[in-house]
């Protein structure tokens, strides 16, 4: 931990499952803090109801620095809309998720705060807020901290996939998947998984084509583009091999062969993860200047105020934001 500082969790959009999750995820002896609670108290109020769960005592606070104890709120500021409706797309709640990141955000820029978890938004409602340029998390944080080069890593116990690209139609992600794009991905994770605790970590890139290509007979991006793209970092001395099939890869590396294979478009690493272990998965951002992690599932808005919602994958991503700000990857 960074001098023992606490660690912000956004609550997400106040009409999905990010409130219920976090407080089902207080009522868990593994969250013990110190945490700071960014978002409304009506949110947080809102999802413990639907969950018949009891809130802890929880202080309010109007910056990390006034923490007195395990637990506080730090209230944005954003009122509860008058035609609140879980389950609802509304701009209200779109703006009440992006100031809760933004905020966070700010607070680990400026290093009241050790690092961030975020629960999950709604791309619909942020757009609605007028955020158009928002797709995810991954671009408000760029955008905060002026951060040119990001990327997705998603871990689970025994699998760690960083993504080359995520939200980009699969058109466009084909596209992408060129030679500097790959290794400028492969440098990002090199240096990431070494400030996190893996020192020369081994990374497997994922072929693009069925079969890696075939040699050419169906899909010429592996020759043209990432076996050199492969060879550029090996001269750099990163611990890479690739591209090797995506049928296998992932196997491998959770078999103990790999740290982290590059998935080379969105559904290739996600698909592999939650099929692993959907409920123990959870993302960090890498190349933005301070620790975010995140729940691997989105605003459930089919169930949101039903109480139904699982919060192992909130309190994953928790333990996760403390192992990453203090060197301990390689525990996860």
């Not at 995810?136 to 699998?159: C, D, F, N, V």
């Not at 996600?270 to 729940?295: E, N, Q, W, Y």
């Amino acid at each position: 931990m960074k001098g023992n500082l606490p660690i912000g969790v956004t609550m997400g959009d106040p009409a999905g499952i990010g409130p219920e999750v976090l407080a089902k995820a207080l009522q868990c002896s593994a969250v013990a803090g110190p945490m700071v609670l960014i978002g409304s108290r009506w949110a947080l109020e809102r999802g413990a109801a639907a969950a018949d769960y009891r809130l802890p005592d929880i202080s309010s606070i109007d910056k990390p620095g006034a923490l007195d104890g395990p637990l506080g709120l730090l209230d944005i500021g954003v009122a509860e809309p008058a035609d609140f409706q879980f389950g609802k797309v509304h701009a209200g709640c779109g703006e009440h998720a992006v100031q809760a990141v933004e905020c966070a955000a700010k607070l680990c820029l400026t290093g009241e705060l050790a690092g961030m978890v975020t629960c999950p938004i709604n791309k619909a409602a942020i757009h609605a807020a007028g955020y158009v340029d928002d797709i995810g998390h991954q671009e408000i944080l760029a955008r905060i901290s002026g951060s040119e080069r990001t990327a997705t890593m998603l871990m689970t116990p025994g699998l760690r996939v960083v993504h080359l690209s995520t939200h980009k139609s699969l058109i466009e992600a084909a596209r992408f998947v060129t030679r500097d794009n790959v290794l400028q991905t492969l440098e990002l994770a090199q240096t990431s998984l070494s400030k996190w605790g893996i020192e020369r970590p081994r990374i497997a890139v994922a072929a693009l084509n069925p079969h890696g290509g075939e040699a050419g007979l169906i899909g010429r991006e592996e020759i043209d583009q990432i076996e050199p793209a492969v060879r550029d970092a090996v001269a750099l001395g990163i611990d890479v091999v690739g591209p090797i099939p995506a049928d296998s890869v992932f196997n491998r590396a959770i078999d103990g062969e790999f740290d982290v294979v590059m998935a080379l478009y969105h559904d290739q690493g996600h698909i592999a993860i939650k099929v692993h272990d959907f409920h123990g998965s959870t993302t960090a951002t890498l190349g933005i200047p301070f620790v975010r992690t995140s729940v691997d599932h989105g605003t459930a808005f089919d169930i949101a105020g039903c109480g139904k919602a699982d919060s192992r994958g909130l309190i994953a991503a928790i333990d996760a934001a403390y192992a990453l700000v203090s060197g301990q990857l390689a525990r996860l």
